[in-house]
């Protein structure tokens, strides 16, 4: 009989984190793939669509989503979280903290506790609401 037992373990993991703060270059240097590919992106030097990527670890096999941080393309990114296993924060060092840094945590941990429906008529604004509500009772003083 083959064996039909995986050898390789699959995961999925989503970037996140405020626009311009090295997500794209980060996964590019890990992972060799400018997931960056259409030509706006290209022209205006920002991630617009999600984009895709692979990485090849010991043991594992990782699928990796880069999303957008501008909050003009906050359903993109929402839509990008459909089902991950992990997320990387990225926060560059030279400016810290900023809104969607915040807003993509607060989205993240929404997503996880499960408390917008994906039925909802409209996903993206229930999510947002319950994302501000968390943050103004939970990270005051942060921003
Ligand atoms: N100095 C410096 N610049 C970086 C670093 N990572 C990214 N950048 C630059 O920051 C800009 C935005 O990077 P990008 O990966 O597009 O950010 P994203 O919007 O978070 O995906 C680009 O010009 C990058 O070359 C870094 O570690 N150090
Ligand atoms: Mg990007």
Redesign the pocket.
Known sequence: MPDHKPSLKHLILA?A?????????????LTGID??RLPEEKAR???IDLGFAHLALPGLSLGVI?V???EDFIRNMIAGLGAIDLALL?V???DGWMPQTEEHLQILNTSRCGTASSRSPNATSAIRRGSRATCSSGCAGRR
């Open positions: 970037t984190g405020h626009v311009d703060h090295g997500k794209t270059a980060l996964i590019k240097a997931t960056d030097g920002i991630t880069d957008p941080g501008h990225v560059a060092a030279d």
